[in-house]
C-alpha cells in the first residue's frame, strides 16, 4: 500500500466514525448527563464515589446513545424530508439502517452491561426503560400521531435523575420523583419554543406539534402554563439544612424569574421567532444552573455555612 493509499484509507475511517458518532445526536448528551450528575449528588449528599459516578456516566451515554440511533433509524424517512434533519447519517446514505440498528442494540447492550455489572440492576433496568419509552412510546407511538407527543414522550428524557438516583442508593425515593418532575415539566416549553421556530418543517412531514396543528398563540399559552408548574416544583426542592439550599435556592429564583419574563415575552408576542428562539436557548442554561446548583449546595460548602449561620443566629 503507498502512503497516499493509508491515508484515504484513514481518512475514510474517519468519516465512519463520525457519521456513527452523528447517529447519537452527540449535542443534547451532555445535559442528560448533567442532570445525571445532579440527582446522583443529591442522592449521596455530596459524598459521591468519582469511580460510581463515571461509570454510570459512561452507562447513561451508551443508554441515551442507543435510543437516539433507534430513533434516527425509525424517522428516517422523515428525516429526509425536513431540511434541518436531512443530513443526518442515514438520510444522506452514509450509513445503512440494518448497520444503525446493530449499532443501537450493541451500544444498549453495553449500557446493560455496564449498569448491571457496575453500578445496580435498577439503575440499568431504568435506563432500558428509558430507551424503550423513547424509542416505543415517543417515536413509534406518540410523535406521528398526537400533540401530546412531547408532554408525554418528555418522560423519557427525565429518566437518567431517575439512573443517577438509583445508582447512589439502589431504590427510588420521592426526591428522585420529584427531579424527575422538574426535567418531565421543564420538557414542553423546551421542546415547543423550538418548534415555534421550525413548524414548518413539522408542517412539512405531517408531525403534529403543537404549533403545527394549533397556533403559536396556543403553543405560547401551553409553555406559559407548563412554566406555572415548572418553577414552582423547582422551589419544593430547597431545604437550607439538608442537600439543597442555599445556592440552588438563589438559582432556583432568579433563573425561575427571568424563564416567567421570557414566556411571558413570548405570550405577548407568538408570532416572534426571536423570542421563541430565546426562551429555547435559555431553558438549556436553566437546567444546566440548576443541575449545577444541586451540585455545589449538596457539596455542603454553603449547608455548613448555613448551620454556623443558623446557629449563631439562634445564640
Ligand atoms: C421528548 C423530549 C424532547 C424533545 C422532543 C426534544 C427535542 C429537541 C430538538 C428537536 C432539538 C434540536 C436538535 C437539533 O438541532 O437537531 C433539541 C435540542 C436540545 N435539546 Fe431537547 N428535546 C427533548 C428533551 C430534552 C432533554 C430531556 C434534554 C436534556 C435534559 C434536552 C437537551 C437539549 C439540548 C442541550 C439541545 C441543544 C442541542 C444543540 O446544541 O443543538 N432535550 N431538543
Ligand atoms: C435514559 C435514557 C436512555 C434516556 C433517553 C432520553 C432521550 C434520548 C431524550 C432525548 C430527547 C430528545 C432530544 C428528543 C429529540 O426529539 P426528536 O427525536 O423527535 O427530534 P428530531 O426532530 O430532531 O428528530
Request: proline share 4%.
Amino acid at each position: 500500500m503507498t502512503g497516499n493509499t493509508v491515508t484515504r484509507h484513514y481518512h475514510n475511517f474517519l468519516q465512519v466514525v463520525h457519521s456513527y458518532y452523528q447517529l447519537t445526536k452527540p449535542r443534547i448528551i451532555p445535559l442528560l448527563l448533567i442532570t445525571t450528575v445532579a440527582s446522583m449528588s443529591i442522592a449521596s449528599e455530596g459524598k459521591l464515589d468519582p469511580i460510581l459516578l463515571l461509570v454510570t456516566l459512561a452507562g447513561g451515554t451508551f443508554a441515551a446513545a442507543s435510543a437516539q440511533t433507534f430513533n434516527c433509524v425509525y424517522d428516517r424517512d422523515i428525516d429526509y424530508e425536513m431540511e434541518r434533519t436531512r443530513h443526518r447519517p442515514l438520510p444522506s446514505g452514509r450509513v445503512q439502517p440494518n448497520h444503525a440498528l446493530i449499532f443501537a442494540i450493541a451500544l444498549a447492550c453495553i449500557s446493560f452491561t455496564l449498569l448491571t455489572v457496575f453500578v445496580n440492576l435498577l439503575s440499568a433496568l431504568l435506563a432500558m426503560s428509558g430507551i424503550l419509552f423513547y424509542v416505543g412510546v415517543y417515536t413509534h407511538l406518540l410523535k406521528r400521531h398526537t400533540r401530546l407527543n412531547i408532554v408525554i414522550g418528555g418522560a423519557a428524557g427525565a429518566v437518567p435523575m431517575l439512573v443517577g438516583w438509583a445508582a447512589v442508593t439502589g431504590t427510588l425515593s420521592w426526591t428522585a420523583w420529584l427531579l424527575f418532575a422538574i426535567v418531565f415539566l421543564w420538557t414542553p416549553p423546551h421542546f415547543w419554543a423550538l418548534a415555534l421556530m421550525i413548524s414548518e418543517d413539522y408542517a412539512k412531514v405531517g408531525v403534529p406539534m403543537l404549533p403545527v396543528v394549533t397556533d403559536n398563540i396556543t403553543a405560547a399559552r401551553q409553555i406559559w402554563v407548563y412554566t406555572l408548574m415548572l418553577v414552582p416544583a423547582t422551589f419544593l426542592l430547597i431545604d437550607p439544612l439538608q442537600a439543597v439550599g442555599t445556592v440552588y435556592g438563589c438559582i432556583a429564583f432568579i433563573m425561575g424569574a427571568i424563564f416567567f419574563k421570557k414566556a411571558w415575552a413570548l405570550l405577548q408576542d407568538s408570532q416572534n421567532k426571536q423570542s421563541a428562539r430565546s426562551l429555547f436557548l435559555y431553558s438549556i442554561l436553566y437546567m444546566m444552573l440548576l443541575c449545577a446548583a444541586m451540585v455545589v449546595d449538596s457539596l455542603s460548602i454553603t449547608q455548613n455555612f448555613t448551620q454556623a449561620m443558623m446557629k449563631l443566629v439562634n445564640g
